[in-house]
């Protein structure tokens, strides 16, 4: 199955469309919900915090201030190399597929005191 499009209609999706709507994505032809498997999300995951540590790493050794801030910028540009490789490599990875339906609620057979367990004798 080719990369982002529905596996129902195999209408080419766009990629902004899937990375900025990931949880509520419709197939604009047949309107059938669809997700981004999980295997694309954790291979983008991966990647950006591959890129992080390489950043946080370079940045930790380029920077060589003792100030007492120091260590803020290694962070700040780990985070933003994270939030920038990971949405990218989903846009050229994600596998859409089906959304399922989320299973009901198991109904127990028996039934549960209208005060809800507590009895008057705690109060």
Same mark, same amino acid.
């Given at each position: 199955?080719?990369?982002?499009?529905?596996?129902?209609?195999?209408?080419?999706?766009?990629?902004?469309t899937?990375?900025?709507?990931?949880?509520?994505?419709?197939?604009?032809?047949?309107?059938?919900?669809?997700?981004? @498997?999980?295997? /694309?999300?954790?291979? !983008? =995951?991966?990647?950006?915090?591959? &890129?992080?540590? *390489?950043?946080?790493?370079?940045?930790?050794?380029?920077?060589?201030?003792?100030?007492?801030?120091g260590?803020?910028?290694?962070?700040?540009?780990?985070?933003?190399?994270?939030?920038?490789?990971?949405?990218?490599?989903?846009?050229?990875?994600?596998?859409? @597929?089906?959304? /399922?339906?989320?299973? !009901? =609620?198991?109904?127990?057979?028996? &039934?549960?005191? *209208?005060?809800?367990?507590?009895?008057?004798?705690?109060?």
């Amino acid at each position: 199955m080719a990369v982002l499009t529905c596996p129902y209609s195999l209408t080419k999706i766009p990629a902004v469309t899937v990375v900025t709507r990931s949880y509520d994505l419709v197939c604009p032809s047949c309107g059938k919900p669809l997700e981004i @498997s999980r295997i /694309s999300r954790n291979i !983008a =995951a991966i990647f950006g915090l591959i &890129a992080g540590a *390489a950043v946080w790493f370079v940045a930790t050794d380029a920077s060589g201030s003792h100030h007492a801030l120091g260590w803020v910028f290694p962070v700040v540009y780990a985070i933003l190399a994270y939030g920038i490789v990971a949405p990218v490599v989903l846009m050229l990875t994600a596998d859409l @597929s089906l959304k /399922s339906e989320p299973h !009901a =609620a198991e109904i127990h057979a028996h &039934a549960e005191p *209208a005060s809800g367990g507590h009895t008057s004798g705690h109060h």
